[in-house]
């Protein structure tokens, strides 16, 4: 099976927020996997769009987890455009 960049930055991302007890921000994901910092962006932001994680803004904003590490799984998911 094969993953596309944006599947494999999603999932690398995921493993490292699941990681933290606090919102991690895009610069040190980015910072963390050497990965595109608006590319790593749009990742995030669909993803939060989905409901896998959570967005906070502000000085201390970032991403979390929206449900613990062990309820989630990779799954196929067809989206109609």
Do not use: H
Not at 15 to 23: A, E, M
Not at 30 to 47: G, R, T, V
């Amino acid at each position: 099976m094969l993953f596309t960049k944006a599947s494999e930055y999603a999932l690398l991302s995921l493993i490292l927020i699941s990681q933290k007890s606090s919102p991690v921000d895009v610069d040190t994901i980015s910072n963390e996997l050497k990965i595109s910092k608006s590319f790593l962006a749009k990742i995030l932001q669909n993803l939060a769009k989905d409901g896998i994680l959570k967005s906070f803004k502000g000085a201390n904003g970032g991403f979390a987890l929206n449900n613990e590490p062990e309820n989630l799984s990779i799954k196929w998911r067809f989206r109609t455009k």
